[in-house]
């Protein structure tokens, strides 16, 4: 409903064929919601077209190189998402559906590393992640012979309950 907009910004929320018209003297000051409404009736109640926002949803593909066959040549740049680099304008209450593809190059190179957080009330989970680890390394060995796991952690708080502050336990 642009027929009681009285800013741009509600303007341009109340629907997609809703337009702004910043023109001095387009309207008085009791009629301001008139400034908003289709682009054809603002130009023909004589807003000049440079004064009305209308924004216009688009995507721009800046950069979309050709997916890379699937196998891997060492050295070589391998393209495994394309596009790789996009912008996209969005009218308030639009869509966009952008096409994306995905290839996975065989035998491509990964690297995991877990951070985790040891404290007390973590233990629970470091178990999970011992168990979980082997089985893990099998199932990425069958999509890579390179695949390389780290491990790291912190702990939040080295203080009482987080950690156990006894000597002995802190070696």
């Not at 910004?9 to 809703?18: F, H, K, R």
């Not at 018209?21 to 309207?27: G, S």
């Not at 109640?45 to 009305?52: A, F, T, Y």
């Not at 290839?103 to 877990?114: A, M, S």
């Amino acid at each position: 409903d642009s027929g009681s907009a009285m800013n741009c910004e509600d303007c341009l929320l109340s629907g997609p064929g809703c337009g702004w018209c910043f023109q001095e003297n387009f309207t008085d000051s009791s009629d301001i919601h008139k400034r908003c409404d289709t682009l054809e009736k603002l130009i023909s109640e004589g807003c000049q077209l440079n004064l009305i926002e209308f924004p216009i949803s688009k995507v721009e593909i800046h950069e979309n190189k050709n997916l890379s066959d699937g196998s891997q040549i060492n050295g070589s740049e391998v393209t495994q998402i394309s596009p790789q680099k996009i912008t996209v304008f969005l009218r308030p209450g639009n869509e966009e559906t952008i096409q994306i593809n995905v290839r996975q190059t065989e035998d491509y190179p990964v690297d995991l590393y877990y951070l985790m957080d040891l404290s007390a009330s973590m233990d629970d989970d470091l178990k999970t992640i011992k168990e979980l680890g082997s089985t893990l390394s099998k199932e990425m060995s069958k999509l890579t012979s390179n695949f390389q796991m780290g491990f790291g952690y912190f702990v939040e708080k080295p203080v009482l309950p987080f950690i156990n502050t006894l000597r002995e336990d802190l070696k």
